[in-house]
Nanobody, 121 residues
């Protein structure tokens, strides 16, 4: 059974930091590209950051480049998102996302239930 335990969300003031964690189980974590997505009220879900199976490759949405850092620990089956210099527009539910890729195709896809991040003074 696939499970994700997401944690680290909460309320933070603008300019503050949070570190999201996602511990996965029920699939071969090291074979999956891991990402963080977010969805703000009234908006579509968007990709925040992604990291390859080994961690050698990462990508980021333009809106978070230089502020957020994604990382993973395959031994702990975990992916992290360090968020610095947070802005009110970063307020959203953040989701852990796992994709088994073959070339440009996605062979399998799992995602977590999300953790709320609220940036407000």
């Amino acid at each position: 059974q696939v499970q994700f335990v997401e944690s680290g969300g909460g309320l933070v003031q603008p300019g503050g930091s949070l570190r999201l964690s996602c511990v996965a189980s029920g699939f071969t974590f090291s074979s999956y590209w891991m990402s963080w997505y977010r969805q703000a009220p009234g908006k579509e879900r968007e990709l925040v950051a992604g990291i390859s199976k080994t961690g050698a490759t990462t990508n980021y949405a333009d809106s978070v480049k230089g502020r957020f850092t994604i990382s993973r620990d395959n031994a702990k089956k975990s992916v992290y998102l360090q968020m610095n210099s947070l802005k009110p527009e970063d307020t959203a539910v953040y989701y852990c996302d796992a994709r088994l890729r073959s070339g440009s195709a996605t062979l399998n896809h799992y995602w977590g239930q999300g953790t709320q991040v609220t940036v407000s003074s």
